[in-house]
């Protein structure tokens, strides 16, 4: 049963927000890997997506025993989890390196952070939702603070190349269909459940185009390490926090911590990479995370008076 005292929600925000901390390490991992270690992308995506769905499905098969092989009872549950496995975690994760591989860390997280906000655009545009007030608000804001970020202020270049730029849209539209596309099958099936396996179904999908023995770079210590560390915190780690912050605490609150990622990123960018960064990229970070709040609270409170998320 859950408790909602304030002692429980605040210890429901804390683990949201190590979570959160915890994907903001990974972000600058990748950087490091990407652009320090020379290892090809579909090298790393197949190593990356197989080691962390064979360890997942095992926690999965702990927690939930026959339950895990649930999501394959039917060819309809079966199909949207292939659609979450190509169109959510596969391109996701290949937008989201190759955007780090060509810019930064900082810069493609605050991108992908965009993704509730291209999840409400797509109902607009596709289902032709009636945008909220707040929608625009936030948009605006949005906006304004992408572009503060990623020209740090000098209007005449970006602070990444537009190639990085364009990855790193992708990989925040990509991040919406990974929100997206488990939903129909989220109510039936535990959430770790339906992420072990699309992740491990990527990961196989990854290795018929790049099998992880062949072609590989020199194995090192370094490297095994930085692996691990993407593996552990950019997927094991914050999900298993994440699901136990869950206990205690409302999602609406738990999801107002995801703004710790992107500065978490930036910081340890600057400290560890040598992202140098001014005060008007600061303000843009900072006015692209009040503006993905507004569109979440604006939203759950018109959602509670009546209005249907958009949820294309």
Do not use: C
Request: no cysteine; hydrophobic share 55%; aromatic share 12%.
């Amino acid at each position: 049963m859950k408790t909602t005292s304030n002692n429980a929600v605040m210890k429901g925000i804390f683990w949201a927000a190590v979570a959160s901390a915890v994907w903001g390490i990974s972000g600058t991992t990748v950087q490091f890997i990407s652009q320090n270690q020379n290892i090809p992308a579909d090298w790393y995506l197949s190593v990356r997506t197989l080691g962390a769905g064979v360890i997942l499905l095992i926690i999965s098969l702990f927690m939930y025993g026959k339950r895990t092989f649930g999501v394959f009872s039917d060819w309809k549950t079966f199909g949207w989890l292939l659609a979450y496995a190509v169109f959510g975690l596969m391109a996701n994760l290949l937008t989201f390196y190759i955007s780090i591989q060509r810019g930064n860390a900082s810069a493609t997280t605050i991108l992908q952070y965009l993704s509730p906000l291209f999840i409400v655009l797509g109902g607009i545009f596709i289902k032709r939702q009636r945008p909220l007030t707040t929608d625009m608000l936030a948009f605006i804001i949005a906006l304004v603070g992408v572009v503060l970020a990623l020209t740090k202020g000098d209007f005449t270049k970006m602070s990444i190349s537009f190639d990085s730029l364009m990855w790193g849209i992708g990989s925040g539209i990509t991040a919406a269909f990974y929100v997206v596309l488990p939903k129909p099958i989220a109510k039936d099936h535990p959430p770790i459940v339906i992420l072990g396996w699309g992740t491990l179904i990527a990961g196989i999908l990854f290795n018929l185009y790049h099998p992880v023995w062949s072609n590989h770079p020199a194995i090192t210590g370094t490297l095994v390490a930085t692996l691990s560390t993407v593996i552990l915190f950019g997927t094991i780690i914050p999900f298993g926090l994440l699901l136990y912050s869950s206990r205690f605490a409302p999602s609406d609150v738990i999801s107002i911590m995801d703004a710790l990622q992107p500065a978490v990123t930036a910081v340890l960018s600057v400290i560890f990479l040598g992202l140098t960064m001014n005060w008007v990229e600061v303000v843009g970070i900072i006015l692209v995370i009040v503006a993905i709040y507004i569109l979440q609270r604006g939203r759950k409170n018109a959602q509670e008076a009546g209005y249907r998320e958009a949820d294309f």
